[in-house]
């Protein structure tokens, strides 16, 4: 579960693509296919995963103990009021913005009636992606996925453990639930992800898990994965199979399509090259851009007219226009071009930093690794690194942060008599060793 076996994900999916026979992939998706053995495509990949992982090395090096901590269980007093509390706030957001959304669509008929696709345009142009409760199906993810940790972490009795289990299992349910009245796919098959993430991590490191498991829960995975997936397809009205594999090739290996393209000058982006790329969760009009108006200073247009701007820039590019995506590395070369070697450079450390506080069970590690693994899992859809999706994830973990120094403070206690040897586990600023 660490960036290298990420990247082990992300860099398969690139190979499927570029190794992908062209007369099939041009009856499916009904585009020249441009990728097939393209040299100077797979230099390209070559030399942004080349960056990525330098990236990632100047991060070991900068703390090694990070990436040498462990995975230690801890013991505490109270630990359902620890759990249940956050979840409970995470849970009630949620539900607002059910309430809130259900109060201007009826969503429940929409997807009774495989109308999906018409909640979709609503939300974009109907002004339900506007507000607070947008950022509330994230909230509930990275809270959950800081939960589901910690319980796997805390020594408890079995029945305390099915129990506050159990309240995990319940929020996701109510948040996988807010992600299909919103068919919203990243939460949907993401908030799945990183719970598999860390469960594959606890049990990795606690040397419970063997390789053919690891080969079975992949696999799993990623039939799950591609199950919610399909649910989407059928709720926005899709039925034909022919139809179905279009949309798992669309969303997958056409990116690499794109980005062969956009290396030949093929395709040109008609915002490219302005920066709208490179941090996207700047494009919304939040606190930083009242305060420093920077969108207008940057000629920043808006969000919907640059989304809307690919799809036409990809049709006169001669392909499919259903399909805008030309992967991670092609919305930044769209940007910067080759200097984006320099960007993946530092994501590379970033990412280090993440997966150094995963490993030690800091809170904002815990609500950002399982969405940074995915982005790299996902090189092939859109730069999430740092959109606004990410960026909610990332207030959420400073919320449970300051709830981790206020209980932690007076409650927690790691009791395991090799603590001193693996190094102290530090929860928020607290450093607590075995007593």
Not at 105 to 128: D, Y
């Amino acid at each position: 579960m660490s960036p290298y076996g990420a990247m082990l994900v992300g860099t398969g999916v690139f190979m499927l693509g570029w190794l992908f026979p062209g007369g099939l992939y041009t009856y499916y998706v009904g585009e020249p296919d441009r990728m097939f053995l393209d040299p100077y495509t797979i230099l390209f990949f070559a030399a942004c995963v080349a960056a990525v992982t330098l990236g990632l090395r100047t991060s070991r090096l900068m703390h090694p103990e990070r990436w040498a901590c462990k995975f230690r269980p801890i013991a505490m007093e109270s630990p359902f009021l620890y759990i249940c509390i956050p979840v409970a706030l995470g849970c009630a957001f949620c539900i607002g913005a059910l309430i809130h959304y259900g109060a201007k669509i009826n969503f429940i008929a929409l997807l009774m009636s495989q109308q999906g696709q018409t909640i979709k345009e609503f939300g974009k142009h109907g002004g339900l992606q506007q507000g607070v409760f947008t950022f509330a199906p994230h909230t509930l993810l990275g809270i959950i996925w800081w939960a589901y940790y910690r319980v796997r972490q805390l020594r408890l009795t079995r029945s305390a453990r099915f129990a506050l289990l159990s309240v995990c299992a319940t929020s996701f349910m109510l948040v996988e639930f807010t992600a299909v009245a919103m068919v919203s796919r990243d939460v949907l098959i993401f908030g799945l992800g990183g719970v598999c993430i860390i469960t594959i991590f606890a049990r990795e490191s606690t040397r419970k898990l063997r390789l053919g498991k690891v080969v079975l829960y992949a696999i799993a995975a990623c039939g799950l994965a591609i199950g919610l997936f399909l649910v989407v397809a059928l709720l926005r009205g899709g039925t034909a199979s022919h139809l179905i594999m279009l949309s798992l090739l669309g969303y997958s290996i056409t990116s690499y399509n794109r980005l062969a393209s956009l290396l030949h000058g093929q395709l040109r982006f008609v915002y490219g090259g302005t920066g709208v790329y490179l941090f996207s969760f700047l494009q919304s009009p939040g606190l930083l851009e009242k305060m420093f108006h920077y969108q207008e200073s940057l000629h920043w247009p808006d969000f919907q007219l640059i989304f809307t701007s690919e799809f036409s820039s990809v049709s006169m590019a001669g392909l499919n226009p259903r399909f805008n995506w030309p992967s991670v590395f092609g919305y930044i070369y769209a940007d910067i071009g080759w200097a984006a070697l320099i960007y993946l450079y530092g994501a590379g450390v970033f990412v280090g930093e993440m997966w150094g506080r995963f490993k030690m069970g800091t809170a904002v590690g815990l609500t950002m690794y399982p969405w940074i693994a995915q982005w790299i899992m996902f090189w092939s859809g859109t730069n999430i690194l740092f959109n606004g999706d990410a960026a909610h994830l990332f207030f959420s973990g400073l919320a449970v942060m300051i709830w981790d120094k206020l209980f932690m403070y007076s409650s927690a206690i790691d009791k395991s008599p090799t603590a001193d040897v693996d190094g102290p586990l530090t929860l928020g600023r607290k450093v607590i060793r075995a007593q």
